[in-house]
């Protein structure tokens, strides 16, 4: 009787595996559903959120947490997607019959709608091209300028911001400053929009596109580039508080830097600057307070970087 149930159990074993090599072979979905975000590969500061991925008749699908524009596209964000895209493809196929894939689709979101950015043609079925080399990708991390020094030479305004005298009626930070095409892409691939997104995912986000590893999240945490911790903090703006960052905020941030043990600071804030702040970096060059009428000196800063 033993040897029965054996000979049943393995008959069932292959009845499976020859449906589920059919189906593949058939041009059915064979979901692969990514649960958990990628780790960065070594020399990258950041992947695309991948939350799908799917193969149907020989064309991979990857679907992106990323969201896109009102227009199309920027070529540097459809870029970033179409390589992240092959890359999810190369870690499937280590358990997914997928040597009869020939082209692969990229997808993001408009709203609550997938939407295609881009497809590659593989030279050959399942023929992947080689892994990116950090020269090759945008965001592989910075090996120009070191950011934090060259933002200390930038002018204090920049193309789009007016320096005038504090407001009590602050306009959102992002009216008044510019991204370049790259830096924004190199956001919306991290999935933060940079028209809606808190002051503090947009200063996150910024640091890991300058190359940056950034630990943590909220208003306080770290950032390290070149084996040089970052104590880094937020001072948001809240509708009807005084303008101006307030000489408390300035001596509170400079005892949780000196408590933090990091080799620099930096307070990120939408508000306008004081005198005090310069006073405080002549004192202290570890520290750079990137106020409102210094933010386009910071992103200038990153765009040479």
Known sequence: MLPVVIVLAIAVVIVVAVTYLRRNAGGETAPATITAPAAPAAGFTFR?????????????????????????PDRVLTKILLAEAVEVLREKRSHLPLEGVSTVHAHAMRGATRVEVGKLTLDGPGQLPPPPTPGEHPFSGHHGPDIFEEFGTQPPSGPGLDVRAPSDDLRPLGEEVQLTSVLEAGLRAQGIDPRAAELADVVSGLLRAGGYTVSGSGERFAAT??????????VEHTPGEHPELSEKAVNEFMVRFGQSGAGRGLLFTPKFGPFLVYDKERREPRVRFVTRERFQGFLNALAIG
Do not use: K, M, Q
Request: aromatic share 12%; charged share 20%; net charge negative.
């Open 48 to 72: 695309p959120p991948a939350s799908d991925f799917h193969v149907t008749s020989g064309e991979a699908h990857v679907f992106f947490d990323v969201p896109l524009p009102d227009e199309a």
């Open 225 to 234: 580039r070149g084996g040089v911790a970052h104590y880094v903090e937020i």
